[in-house]
């Protein structure tokens, strides 16, 4: 196998080409003539008659025969590459995508970012992260969409405000692109989890064909404004949020 390359990995055959066709053996009512008048030969003109025989022979059955073995065998070794990359390229996947995350070290950057250091906490900070489908994306054999785009947003609690730090980066490009906000606690409306249903370029769906794919957004309301988080819920990630929300709920009530 190849050595990993994050960019193969979002191409539909990781890279490899279409799968090698295998030729079907049939023999043309002419050849089949030819063979049998051959065979003729053999008790007319032996043996001049068996040479052009095992000649028909070679030419119209052998060397067809021989053709789709290879074929077989070419397509055989692309099915094997094909299943060893499917089954081992998603933890490649997975790793890389981790040792990008560490370099890219969020957290660090969103408190430099807004200015913050942890004597600063009310509450412990944490995490959202979530896929983007603006990009390619691809479903491993665990059933898991990996995405090229992806979105982390760290959250950061101070006695007054909630400062908002978010990381857009892709997996096969270096540059990335943050953001940074801030709220009092009195201004946030709300804040709640949901889902919703986006539109997909069917090229960007590798091993897919579809148009439309359901994605967790987090949300978080203030007077004139909604914003929207790509989002993956799990038990610690919905406990953090309740545990914002009731946070929100003590400071607006004095």
Known sequence: MNKFNI???????????DKPSVSKF?????????LLI???????????????????GLVLIGLPMMKIAKEKKAAEEWQTNYNTRRNTWDAE?????????????????????????????Q?????????????????????????????????????????IYTLNFKMTEDKKTENTQEFFYSDIVSVSTGTTSIEVKKDNAIDR???SIE???FRLVVPGDKMCFAFTSNEAVSKSIQGMKNLIRTKKNG
């Open 26 to 34: 049939k023999l043309t009512f002419k050849q089949i003539l030819l």
């Open 209 to 211: 064909n579809e148009d």
């Open 93 to 121: 996947f997975d790793k890389l995508f981790q040792e990008k995350l560490n370099k890219l070290n969020p957290k660090a950057t969103g408190m430099n970012k807004v200015g913050v250091i942890e004597e600063d906490f």
């Open 123 to 163: 509450a412990d900070p944490f995490y959202i992260s979530g896929k983007k489908y603006d990009s390619y994306y691809r479903y491993g054999k665990d059933g898991v969409a990996r995405t090229n785009h992806n979105e982390i947003t760290w959250l950061f609690f101070t006695k007054d405000q909630v400062l």
């Open 7 to 17: 960019n193969d990995y979002f191409t539909r055959n990781y890279n490899l080409g």
């Open 38 to 56: 051959s065979v003729v030969l053999i008790f007319v003109f032996a043996p001049v008659g068996f040479i052009l025989t095992a000649i028909f």
């Open 215 to 217: 994605t967790e957004e």
